[in-house]
């Protein structure tokens, strides 16, 4: 049941469930980020930080990786189309030595791939030095953009900017050293890591590895307290819920946001779901603009209204758990991939039921790919065990993608999707009210007028920045816009003084935020 206007909603429940959905991305398993809350906040205590710091520390080890869909596509081209194998395979390489990363990448970048494929991904990994560093950046300004739009405060947001520098001062992006990371950020390096490495290696490996690294990754006071207490704080974890035991851990005063600003929450949600393939900006926003025109359309309470706009907010917060080469694939589906798209809304429910304030919105979330005959996923319910709102999410999203480019099809035009929703109503597939409703919502969408473009964006610009967040490269954007590339590259440093971003992932993000892109 949805809460009322004005309650309270604890902030910790809101990322906490996003918290999950970051495992997904980076391919840890589902409750790795809750763990390491739970060893960080611990870890702050017992090293005495102050107050604030320890504030930080709970809510900067829930985020860390809030920024891990800004380069997904880049990354799964880089390892042969699987971003999720690459963030999981290295990430217990990540803060350890030089040689540790290139071993890795020698025994495993591209792997499964026939040794041309595995020598080419290499090459190109070789030939680009910087490219860690580039997607690091884009990490961090992109977990910064979603952090203030949930509204986290300030001194969250700059450790977020700092979320993988080193104690030695040769971690990325910036490459400060010491005392210089906030204390937050060399808390919550340590407790990922701790967590991580005992999960993959265990017991005297992890602390073999873990010394090995003191005083160069890791702050060496903080690495004592972990090898002196982290066993007990794991094993705290172990003895009933995770989920309840960081709830109960986050450090006073709890923060908490009025219910009405839920909608704030859940579009930072939709960003980070969308930004996982170019194909994607702007779809969870439009679907839930769309669902909620739909609604009203069809008379239907507020209450209803409401549940769908979130609804669609939310509703692909599962395709995270799936490479970005398999939503970036121009050809069919082997079953293997196609059966990896299927989970996608279950990965969604599991992320909302677990926390109270989202609880409700599962079903209807997790229900956008069913449809009434029984031919959809993940259920295959049919139209008798599908709630009303279901079925118009359902209708909503159907349009929105249909009229939305995908590798492997253009974009249909509204004549073509309004034939493909009929044809989907006569054969059983789609209810007929609800398809009525989305049509007649998306024809008034078309009417819209616009005032003035954001940030004081040109026209020109925008047709930029639009192109820019499909993942063209500026060579291939003139193309389009019959420019030149340096005239291109003019404009984007015009787009990111105006958006003032310092990456095209932060540059996308910005154009999301603002309805720039998408159908």
Excluded at 333 to 350: C, I, K
Aim: contains cysteine; hydrophobic residues 40%.
């Amino acid at each position: 049941m949805a809460q009322a206007e004005h309650e309270q909603v604890r902030m910790a429940e809101l990322l906490a469930a996003v918290s999950l959905a970051t495992d997904l991305g980076t391919g840890q398993p589902m409750g790795h980020a809750l763990r390491t809350c739970y060893l960080a906040t611990g870890l702050a205590r017992e090293v005495g930080l102050s107050a604030q710091a320890l504030h930080d520390t709970y809510y900067v080890s829930l985020l860390r990786f809030l920024g891990c869909t800004s380069e997904a596509s880049a990354d799964a081209a880089f390892n042969a189309g699987d971003d999720i194998a690459l963030y999981s395979g290295f990430a217990p390489s990540f803060m350890g030595r030089s040689s540790e990363a290139i071993g890795w990448m020698v025994r495993h970048l591209a792997e499964g791939q026939p040794p041309l494929t595995r020598a080419r991904a290499l090459a190109a990994a070789f030939a680009d030095p910087k490219g860690a560093e580039r997607t690091i950046r884009a990490h961090c300004e992109v977990g910064q953009m979603l952090a203030r739009r949930i509204g986290l405060g300030d001194s969250v947001l700059k450790a977020l900017g700092y979320a993988f520098e080193r104690w030695d001062g040769k971690g990325l992006p910036n490459g400060i050293a010491g005392e210089e990371i906030p204390a937050s950020c060399r808390v919550a390096i340590v407790a990922r890591d701790f967590d991580l490495l005992n999960r993959v290696w265990g017991g005297e490996t992890a602390r073999e590895v873990l010394l090995g690294r003191k005083g160069k990754a890791y702050e060496p006071g903080v690495l004592d307290a972990a090898l002196d207490h982290g066993s007990r704080l794991i094993a705290e974890t172990e003895e009933g819920s995770i989920w309840d035991a960081v709830l109960e851990a986050e450090p006073g005063p709890q923060m908490a946001i009025e219910e009405s600003r839920i909608d704030d929450v859940l579009t930072a949600f939709a960003h980070f779901a969308d930004l996982k393939s170019p194909f994607l900006h702007g779809h969870s926003t439009g679907v839930a603009e769309l669902a909620e025109r739909a609604a009203l359309t069809s008379s239907a309470s507020e209450t209803d209204t409401k549940l769908l706009r979130r609804a669609g907010l939310v509703h692909d917060l599962g395709r995270v758990a799936v490479p970005s080469g398999i939503w970036n694939k121009k050809g069919s589906l082997s079953d293997e991939e196609w059966e990896r798209v299927r989970l996608h809304p279950y990965y969604a429910e599991r992320i909302l039921s677990r926390c109270g304030p989202l609880e409700h919105l599962a079903e209807v979330a997790s229900s956008h790919h069913e449809r009434m005959d029984g031919s959809g996923y993940h259920r295959g319910t049919k139209a008798p065990s599908q709630s009303a709102e279901s079925r118009l999410l359902a209708a909503a999203d159907a349009f929105r993608a249909i009229t939305e480019p995908r590798p492997h099809r253009p974009a249909l035009s509204s004549r073509e999707a309004v034939e493909e929703l009929n044809r989907a109503c006569a054969e059983g597939r789609m209810d007929v009210p609800c398809a009525r409703a989305v049509l007649e919502a998306a024809g008034e969408s078309s009417r819209a007028v616009r005032a003035a473009w954001p940030a004081g964006l040109t026209d020109r610009e925008v047709d930029v920045l639009r192109l820019v967040a499909t993942g063209l490269s500026n060579r291939q954007i003139a193309a389009k816009l019959t420019l030149s590339p340096k005239t291109v590259g003019r404009h984007i440093e015009h787009i990111y003084a105006k958006a003032e971003v310092a990456t095209r992932a932060g540059a996308t993000l910005f154009a999301m935020d603002r309805g720039l892109v998408g159908a």
